[in-house]
């Protein structure tokens, strides 16, 4: 936790599979106070999470009710309490908070954001329509596509406010699959890429995506015959999964405007490999979004209790 232990006019949570995070809102909108734990949803059943959220903000709370607007994977089956996706096309700054009746602690006044659903093809998202909504509120007018990294990739076309549609690619997911747990994580250990290897590795497999999994061999086979650098080998690695994502993702970046907005290393690497298709992306540091996207939902809000 940092800062002082303060009343919190209003709290906002981004609850997600691994993690917990926090922020105490004053009645100006300032900023008093953050704190974060390990409770995610993926460590917790569904009576631990009010004492995982007590645990976290009991220094917050007043003796009345205070609202506590929650996103994230809180609202999934296996979250607290399930909030129902809306459909797209939607408006993510428009989006109505369900209340949660579960909580015993009168305290709490728990509110949890809906995720975003696509009925064709079948697609979700909880959470990111938190950070779409903190994006929109700084870009109200954008028209374009946004773009997510993550472990879950999420492509996002936005027009007049709205998400219109999505795609989502597991390639975070399939990284540190591959990296950790295949016979690659021989070959990967490196904390750096090689931006050459990259850059080759993404052109390669947008033109060949259906030889990734021949590809994918022969990284390893490379560095086991050739004692080719892991630098070089991660890369490549890297650079064919980005590759294979932008080439099934082709319609949505291909002559439009796009924003990646994701942690700066990660956006930085997908700009760079839209760069090399001739597509010019703005990368932008996700970490703001979704507190921004928080804030936003709840002065939408017309219900008193979050007003």
Known sequence: ????????????????????????????????????SDAGMGKLSRDGFEPALLD???????????????????????????????????????????????ASDHRLEVFIVPGLSQATPPNVMRGE???????????PDFDGVLCLPGTHTKWVHLSAGEVVSFQTAMTGELFD?????????????????DPEAFAEAV??????????????????ADATLNGTGASVSRARLSGALIGAELAATRPYWLGQQVVVAG?????????????????????????PLTLAGLARIRTSQTEPSLT
């Not at 926090?22 to 008093?32: E, N, P, T």
């Not at 591959?178 to 490196?190: A, E, K, W």
């Not at 390669?204 to 390893?220: H, K, Y």
């Open 56 to 102: 976290l903000v009991k220094d917050w709370l007043g003796s009345g009710p205070t609202p506590i607007l929650a996103c994230g994977m809180v609202g999934a089956k296996q979250g607290w309490q399930e909030a129902p996706y809306a459909s797209v096309p939607a408006k993510p700054v428009e989006l109505t908070p369900m209340r949660v009746t579960a």
């Open 129 to 139: 329509e938190t950070q779409i909504a903190g994006f929109l509120a700084l870009e």
């Open 1 to 36: 936790m940092s800062g002082p232990a303060t009343y919190a006019d209003w709290i906002a949570v981004d609850w997600g599979t691994t993690h917990l995070r926090a922020w105490a809102i004053g009645k100006d909108g300032s900023l008093r106070a953050t704190a974060s």
């Open 177 to 193: 699959l591959l990296s950790r747990h295949s016979v690659l994580r021989h070959t990967v250990g490196s904390d750096t890429l």
């Open 263 to 287: 942690a700066p290393a990660l956006a930085d690497l997908y700009a760079r490999a839209l760069a090399g298709q001739g597509v010019s992306a703005r990368a932008l540091d996700a970490g």
């Open 203 to 220: 052109s390669d497999t947008l033109s060949r995506p259906e030889r990734l999994a021949q590809g994918l061999f022969s990284i390893r």
